[in-house]
């Protein structure tokens, strides 16, 4: 049995996450996998129930479960709140409890939403990475932080921190993840000008010399950001720090055709996190308009990696694929020609593909 705990969070989460919930259960059925599923508030729903983004109950059924599948959090009713309480909070603290120092997001292109990219055909076609990001370090969790008066206005500090260890474990992760595709990986730094770089870049290459057999190169992370709307087909695994792989695989969602269609995995520790990338869209909440496919491709992440289930995964991303071939599209990813499916139809229409198999 794998017990998986389920935290949709706010805007469209829920939405999303029921749609990753129908798809999993099918595909238990289907591969004869007991998935035991408990929801647990967090975010916003769960500022306003318990006055905190992470309720201790919350966290305490993520350490007893074996993954945990995250819709979203967040909204802009929060902002006004002291910042250790905002919706975001949730899910850093989340990561860093747990011991998740690695993010995976793939970004691979479906051929049918070749014409939802903003970018041409000829660039786009083939396109398949992974940015391997590291998740609990740099300035996201470096100290000291904060704003404090000073004659004039105020200061803010944020501080940017890497140590040697940090930097082996994340980059062990791209070159084994490389190991299993196409051998290459591009480390991402601003090593002309950050002295935490210059370590990155230092660290990154005694690693490579354990994996002969994978392509090492190095790119600031200004050219990276451009040469991912050049020629996004050079790229295999991207290696980079936090804020830069925050930013980076945003981007890498556009070429793809919408930032609805991209999974992601933090892992690193006994519990893996399961989460579409996109926000909590509060503008589309309740309105059947959100693409569920990103939070049910993380659901096929969860299987492969955190329960070894390769085949169940692989049906999960066929049935993905069989949808879009149809020409269903959510309205993130319409073109003419296509029949426009609301958020509840794309679940069902998947759901249906990976029953008949």
């Known amino acids: 049995m794998f017990k998986i705990a389920l935290l949709p969070g706010d805007g469209v989460g829920p939405e999303v996450?029921?749609?990753?919930?129908?798809?999993?259960?099918?595909?238990?059925?289907?591969?004869?996998?007991?998935?035991?599923?408990?929801?647990?508030?967090?975010?916003?729903?769960?500022?306003?129930?318990?006055?905190?983004?992470?309720p201790p109950d919350t966290l305490e059924l993520c350490r007893q479960s074996d993954a945990v599948l995250f819709g979203a959090?967040?909204?802009?009713?929060?902002?006004?709140?002291?910042?250790?309480?905002?919706?975001?909070?949730?899910?850093?603290?989340?990561?860093q409890e747990l011991g998740l120092y690695a993010n995976l997001r793939p970004a691979r292109l479906f051929l049918p939403l070749i014409a939802a990219s903003t970018l041409k055909e000829e660039v786009v076609?083939?396109?398949?990475?992974?940015?391997?990001?590291?998740?609990?370090?740099g300035i996201y969790f470096g100290k000291p932080r904060g704003i404090e008066p000073i004659e004039g206005g105020e200061r803010a500090v944020d501080t940017l921190i890497y140590t040697t260890a940090e930097i082996e474990r994340i980059a062990k992760?791209?070159?084994?993840?490389a190991q299993r595709?196409?051998?290459?990986v591009t480390s991402v730094d601003k090593a002309n000008v950050l002295a935490s770089s210059e370590l990155w870049r230092r660290v990154v290459n005694g690693v490579a010399r354990a994996f002969p057999e994978v392509a090492l190169e190095h790119m600031y992370v200004d050219n990276?950001?451009?040469?991912?709307?050049?020629?996004?087909?050079?790229?295999?695994v991207i290696l980079t720090e936090n804020m830069f792989?925050?930013?980076?695989?945003?981007?890498?969602?556009?070429?793809?055709?919408?930032?609805?269609?991209?999974?992601?995995?933090?892992?690193?520790?006994?519990?893996?996190?399961?989460?579409?990338i996109h926000g909590s869209a509060p503008d589309l909440a309740g309105k059947d308009k959100a693409n569920p496919i990103a939070a049910i491709l993380s659901g096929a992440m969860m299987l492969r990696h955190t329960f070894g289930q390769e085949e169940a995964a692989e049906a999960m991303?066929?049935?993905?694929?069989?949808?879009?071939?149809?020409?269903?599209?959510?309205?993130?990813?319409?073109?003419?020609?296509?029949?426009?499916?609301?958020?509840t139809q794309m679940g069902d229409l998947i759901a249906s593909e990976l029953s008949e198999g």
Do not use: H, W
């Open 17 to 54: 996450i029921r749609e990753a919930v129908k798809c999993l259960d099918v595909v238990g059925k289907r591969f004869s996998l007991e998935l035991r599923f408990q929801a647990a508030l967090v975010g916003g729903a769960a500022v306003e129930a318990t006055g905190r983004p992470l």
């Open 73 to 95: 959090v967040g909204g802009q009713k929060y902002d006004g709140l002291p910042r250790e309480l905002r919706p975001e909070r949730a899910i850093l603290d989340l990561r």
């Open 125 to 137: 076609r083939g396109i398949d990475l992974l940015v391997v990001r590291e998740l609990t370090g």
């Open 173 to 177: 992760v791209a070159f084994q993840a």
């Open 181 to 184: 595709r196409r051998r290459k």
């Open 224 to 236: 990276c950001a451009m040469q991912l709307v050049r020629d996004p087909r050079q790229f295999d």
């Open 245 to 276: 792989g925050d930013i980076l695989s945003d981007e890498a969602a556009m070429l793809v055709g919408s930032i609805g269609m991209l999974p992601s995995a933090s892992i690193g520790a006994k519990v893996g996190i399961y989460e579409p």
């Open 317 to 343: 991303e066929e049935a993905v694929a069989n949808a879009l071939e149809r020409g269903y599209r959510t309205p993130d990813i319409q073109s003419p020609g296509t029949t426009l499916v609301g958020t």
